[in-house]
């Protein structure tokens, strides 16, 4: 069973608000993933760390969404400014290394009304 | 077009029959991980199996690399069985991330 733990699992926020969900990675996991469910059972990528550093990410260009993993603390994913589009289940995953399984948390589901 | 695709769909089936899912791919693959949506989200992951076959327990996944597909086969179906089962594949050149496909929602009746 994953030990991924994310909080919170459920969050309801109003458009313009700001939205932030935590993830404990698996101890041990150097690499974190957060990844976007939609209602469609879309996944979208959305950024990976290596410890505490950025990886790959995708293009925010609306810099809306911003993600960090400080060492000894949560990592954290954060929308400034929440829109309805942003409705979606957040998965955070954790992985020994770049090729391998990864183990995902339980998600926080957001809804933005 | 998409790269993962998952067939079928949907699929019912009474308990104790088996089931057999597919994942077809059109891109260069890394690894292949098959993992078991729960109702409500939280997803355990399955296999991860870049090829070859895997066995645990009633399930059992088979990655064949050339014909670029990989399955899940689960036998003797229990009602708790019932969820979404979804593959991704992490493909050459990709920088790691996972390319999921959308998935088969499994409905096991009593």
């Known amino acids: 069973n994953s030990k991924v733990i994310q909080t919170p699992r459920y969050l309801v926020k109003g458009q313009g608000q700001k939205a932030k969900m935590r993830c404990i990675p698996e101890?041990?996991?150097?690499?974190v993933f957060w990844y976007q469910q939609n209602k469609n059972n879309e996944f979208k990528f959305l950024i990976n760390f290596q410890n505490q550093e950025v990886l790959q990410q995708i293009d925010m260009t609306e810099k809306r969404f911003s993600a960090e993993c400080p060492s000894n603390s949560p990592c954290s994913l954060e929308i400034q400014s929440s829109e309805a589009g942003d409705s979606a289940l957040y998965l955070c995953a954790s992985s020994h290394g770049f090729t391998g399984q990864l183990y995902f948390g339980e998600g926080s589901k957001l809804t933005v009304l | 077009g998409q790269q993962v695709q998952q067939s079928p769909a949907s699929l019912v089936l009474q308990e104790g029959e088996n089931a057999e899912l597919q994942c077809n791919f059109s891109?260069?693959?890394?690894?292949m991980q098959w993992f078991y949506q729960r109702p409500g989200g939280s997803l355990v992951s399955l296999f991860y199996n870049p090829s070859g076959t895997k066995h645990s327990g009633r399930l059992t996944s088979t990655t064949v690399i050339k014909e670029r597909r990989s399955s899940l086969h689960i036998s003797s179906s229990q009602t708790t069985d019932s969820g979404t089962y979804l593959c991704a594949l992490e493909r050459g050149g990709s920088n790691y991330k996972l390319t999921f496909g959308k998935g088969t929602l499994l409905t096991v009746t009593p």
């Open positions: 101890k041990g996991h150097p690499v």
């Open positions: 891109t260069s693959l890394n690894s």
